[in-house]
């Protein structure tokens, strides 16, 4: 099974359970500069859409598209807020559909679609869209370069390109450059639950965007303002409802489950960094 159908089938198996778990918007939670705000967690949730909105030099957007959309929750969100026309796009039928149905009862299917769509061959027209919103969905992505090339490609000129993504700390040249042979074991393991081909640094990201195109390029890490994020997810899946749900989920799911405090270990050491990059064509 290659990468994309084990994509697939994770996102496919766990949708549900996530939504019912986490709500409709299925990435970290905002807790202030530091992380020491104390909020519920779908509030936490919004507040990082909004944060990444102050922080990102937007100009009313018209024509949006959502990499990695997962059940449409930053896509409707978007859409409503700017007035605006949005495409998601996911690996996931499940998503899709779910995704499409909950547009529809929202009132918002007039103004989005939703599709199962390669990020690496992505079908449309050369400067299609005006803001493209990429929000933990690069970590998934196994050719970095590709991706950042194919959203240069189907950004309208002077658009704007969000991209939030889990990545690994820089590497200090001064100490050889590379990670150590633990750090390598801990992201391993992370990589294998959550389906993920490799993570790279902020700094890698930088560079790839500057060669794919990309202008006034800003980045940050906000991974203390995330990191109490996982936390407050392990707590919500140690109730009983939603232990029930991950055996209905599957194996898949239930590793990702138990395995949630691989992410939060990695933020506590300093391994997981929160990324943003934002820049224009």
Known sequence: MNLSEEIKQFYDNSTGLWEETWGEHLHHGYYGPNGDQKKERRQAQIDLIEEILKWAPIQNPKNIIDIGCGIGGSTLYLAEKYNANATGITLSPVQANRATERAKNAGLDHKTQFHVIDALQMPFPDNSFDLIWSLESGEHMPNKQ????????????????????????????????QLTDDERKHLAEIYRVYCLPYVISLAEYEQMATEAGFKNIQTADWSKAVAPFWDTVIDSALNLESILGLINAGWTTIQAALSLP??????????????LLTGTK
């Open 146 to 177: 590709k991706f950042l090339q194919e959203c240069y490609r189907i950004l309208q000129p002077g658009g704007t390109f969000i991209f939030v993504t889990w990545c690994h700390r820089n590497l200090d040249q001064n100490c050889g450059g």
């Open 262 to 275: 691989l992410m939060s270990n990695g933020y506590k050491r300093g391994l997981i960094k929160f990324g």
